[in-house]
């Protein structure tokens, strides 16, 4: 009998041991630096699934540069596939300007250092397994 209970216990502790580890939660950090230009803000927007991205922002960020640089973590995030996209606001007026034509004219980017060919890049083609904390290098011009 007190050889089934251990091993009750046993199997019980490494089951909420294993289970904490999936619940632990993870960040991603973004550094980013502009190489042309020292003011205004990077507005980050960071997308948890195909069905959201480009739509619905579950996460985002608002940060000065300063110093040429513009740094970032999301934090206490759920392991998972995330991407993310940002643009550098050159004018502080929270959108991303553009022309007639609908092009950019304000720096931008997507994650993997994807650009897209008339419109963003697939959801694909910018997603990233996080399942542990992460930190991204990104350099806009």
Do not use: C, W
């Not at 042309?36 to 985002?60: Q, T, W």
């Not at 997603?127 to 290098?137: C, D, H, T, V, Y």
């Amino acid at each position: 009998m007190k050889t089934a209970l251990l091993t009750f216990l046993i199997l019980i502790n490494l089951t909420s041991s294993i289970y904490s580890q999936d619940k632990a939660s993870v960040s991603i950090h973004l550094d980013i630096t502009s190489t042309k230009f020292n003011k205004g803000s990077v507005l980050i927007a960071l997308y948890e699934s195909e069905e959201s991205y480009m739509k619905d922002i579950y996460k985002s960020a608002d940060v000065l540069v300063k110093d040429n640089k513009a740094q970032f973590t999301f934090q206490s995030l759920k392991k998972g596939v995330y991407a993310f996209s940002f643009f550098h606001d050159l004018n502080n007026n929270k959108k991303l300007d553009t022309n007639f034509l609908g092009i950019p004219k304000e720096p931008y980017g997507f994650s993997n250092d994807k650009k897209g060919r008339f419109g963003p890049p697939k959801f694909s083609e910018t997603s990233l397994e996080i399942n542990k904390n992460s930190s991204f290098k990104i350099s806009i011009e």
